[in-house]
């Protein structure tokens, strides 16, 4: 029986790879694909994701197009780390859309939640606004979620935005604040992410000869070699990838409770992940964090995936 999640995303080379290999795997039931800003524009992110869907044969999954912009700071994109419009690689465009597309992310992020009654685990890999939203409008959706597992902040780590915050927290501060404080997440951040790469090399027929084999293997290798030696690995990080990992395979990361706040004003404290190990708030646990991950069991995973979408699709991808 696959497990039904929805996928809030900013497409993005990891959440490219990400998506493929989700959308590829049998534990998992994509139910829809939620598009937020973030690594580059809304319109660019929902593109993006149409554009994946199709090259996989996958239009069956509904695209609900969110928040264009943070909810207090200004937007700001990393379209200079994953190519211009948000993707590398050169994926046809997508065609028209054929839902109608016109119900906010926010909005079917609730309607999900609650049309599975307790069921459907929500994966957030991009900024953390439609969630935030989402929130607002439906102050149980915590207790409607099987799950919540977030791609996003620097728990006992340093950031890759600013020291102490990490992309997706630093791009939404606020609405970070909010998912963290009130809706019990897994935080899926650079602690363990930072090495969690998926080598091409890993991957039997990456065909890049085909465009879907082209692109899958710039995603790869989205960094350049400056930002490779700056984090002092030898591949490029395919953070969102290990959030669904943990969702197909409950024993890839292991966690720890704590309370936790994300800071929202100020140069550094915009988007830290503030952790009370030591519990001296004497508050209560808001969430988990994970602390370990066991990467061969991910690379294995996403590898074997990867390699079924491609043998899927890769050889018949026209253009
Ligand atoms: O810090 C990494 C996160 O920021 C990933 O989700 C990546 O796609 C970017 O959104
Ligand atoms: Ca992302």
């Given at each position: 029986m696959?497990r039904?999640v929805?996928?809030?995303t900013?497409?993005?080379?990891?959440?490219?790879?990400?998506?493929?290999?989700?959308?590829?795997?049998?534990?998992?039931?994509?139910?829809?694909l939620?598009?937020?800003h973030?690594n580059?524009?809304?319109?660019?992110?929902?593109r993006?994701?149409?554009?994946?869907?199709?090259?996989?044969?996958?239009?069956d999954v509904?695209?609900?197009?969110g928040?264009?912009?943070?909810l207090?700071?200004?937007?700001?994109?990393s379209e200079?780390i994953?190519?211009e419009g948000?993707?590398?690689?050169?994926?046809?465009?997508?065609?028209?859309?054929?839902?109608?597309?016109?119900?906010?992310a926010?909005?079917?992020?609730v309607?999900?939640?609650r049309?599975?009654?307790?069921?459907l685990?929500l994966?957030?890999?991009?900024?953390?606004?439609?969630?935030?939203?989402?929130?607002?409008?439906?102050?149980?959706l915590?207790?409607?979620l099987?799950?919540?597992?977030?791609m996003?902040?620097?728990a006992?780590t340093?950031?890759?935005?600013?020291?102490?915050?990490?992309a997706?927290?630093?791009s939404d501060?606020?609405?970070a604040?909010?998912?963290?404080?009130?809706?019990?997440?897994t935080?899926?951040?650079?602690d363990?992410?930072a090495?969690a790469?998926?080598?091409?090399?890993?991957?039997?027929?990456?065909?890049?000869?085909?465009p879907?084999?082209?692109?899958?293997?710039e995603?790869?290798?989205?960094?350049?070699?400056?930002?490779l030696?700056?984090?002092g690995i030898?591949a490029?990080a395919i953070h969102?990838a290990?959030v669904?990992?943990?969702?197909?395979?409950?024993?890839?990361l292991e966690?720890?409770s704590?309370?936790?706040?994300?800071?929202?004003?100020?140069?550094?404290?915009?988007?830290?992940?503030?952790v009370d190990?030591?519990?001296?708030t004497?508050?209560?646990?808001?969430?988990?964090?994970?602390?370990?991950?066991?990467?061969?069991?991910y690379?294995?995973?996403m590898s074997?995936?990867?390699e079924?979408?491609?043998?899927r699709?890769?050889a018949?991808?026209?253009?």
């Amino acid at each position: 029986m696959s497990r039904p999640v929805l996928i809030d995303t900013d497409p993005g080379c990891d959440d490219a790879v990400a998506l493929l290999a989700t959308l590829e795997h049998d534990a998992l039931e994509v139910v829809e694909l939620t598009t937020v800003h973030g690594n580059a524009s809304v319109d660019d992110t929902t593109r993006n994701a149409r554009a994946i869907l199709e090259a996989v044969d996958r239009t069956d999954v509904p695209v609900a197009r969110g928040a264009d912009r943070p909810l207090l700071v200004d937007l700001d994109t990393s379209e200079e780390i994953h190519g211009e419009g948000g993707l590398r690689g050169d994926l046809p465009d997508p065609g028209p859309a054929t839902e109608p597309g016109d119900v906010h992310a926010a909005r079917r992020i609730v309607e999900q939640a609650r049309a599975h009654d307790g069921d459907l685990a929500l994966a957030a890999i991009g900024p953390l606004t439609n969630v935030a939203l989402a929130h607002a409008m439906e102050p149980a959706l915590p207790e409607l979620l099987d799950d919540l597992l977030v791609m996003g902040g620097a728990a006992f780590t340093s950031g890759n935005v600013t020291p102490l915050a990490e992309a997706n927290f630093h791009s939404d501060p606020h609405a970070a604040r909010r998912v963290v404080r009130d809706c019990e997440p897994t935080i899926v951040g650079l602690d363990v992410t930072a090495r969690a790469a998926v080598p091409p090399e890993r991957i039997a027929g990456l065909t890049r000869d085909a465009p879907l084999g082209r692109a899958l293997s710039e995603w790869l290798t989205y960094y350049d070699a400056d930002r490779l030696e700056r984090y002092g690995i030898d591949a490029a990080a395919i953070h969102d990838a290990l959030v669904l990992a943990e969702l197909i395979d409950d024993g890839v990361l292991e966690t720890a409770s704590y309370p936790m706040e994300v800071g929202t004003d100020g140069d550094l404290a915009r988007g830290a992940l503030v952790v009370d190990e030591n519990g001296v708030t004497g508050d209560a646990a808001t969430g988990e964090v994970a602390v370990e991950a066991d990467y061969e069991r991910y690379r294995e995973l996403m590898s074997a995936s990867l390699e079924r979408v491609l043998e899927r699709v890769g050889a018949e991808l026209s253009g």
